[in-house]
Nanobody, 113 residues
Framework: QMQLVESGGDLVQPGGSLRLSCAASGSIFSTYTLHWYRQAPGKQREWVATIGRATNYADSVEGRFTISRDNAKNTAYLQMNSLKLEDTAVYYC?????????WGKGTQVTVAS
């Protein structure tokens, strides 16, 4: 079993930056592929970024967001720069390994002027 806890969400102005964290416990963190997803009000949850053997990003965040991880701290990060109004959403951390699939409860990011 793995537990994931996201943090770092906040209210930020357009053009601003935030760094989200995903703290993991309960299993061998380094063996999991980590993903960030987000869900805006009234919309389906969408994939944002992945870090495994490589990093991948949704087109909507490519060049603005950076996913990273510190296996020694059992933590993944999502650095978000040049935030836009449309980045407003609840951001979720997801960890997967074979048939295991874990989710955190999310952290709210609101971009507003």
């Amino acid at each position: 079993q793995m537990q994931l806890v996201e943090s770092g969400g906040d209210l930020v102005q357009p053009g601003g930056s935030l760094r989200l964290s995903c703290a993991a416990s309960g299993s061998i963190f380094s063996t999991y592929t980590l993903h960030w997803y987000r869900q805006a009000p009234g919309k389906q949850r969408e994939w944002v970024a992945t870090i495994g053997r490589a990093t991948n990003y949704a087109d909507s965040v490519e060049g603005r967001f950076t996913i990273s991880r510190d296996n020694a701290k059992n933590t993944a990060y999502l650095q978000m720069n040049s935030l836009k109004l449309e980045d407003t959403a609840v951001y979720y951390c997801n960890a997967r390994r074979y048939d295991e699939n874990y989710w955190g409860k999310g952290t709210q990011v609101t971009v507003a002027s």
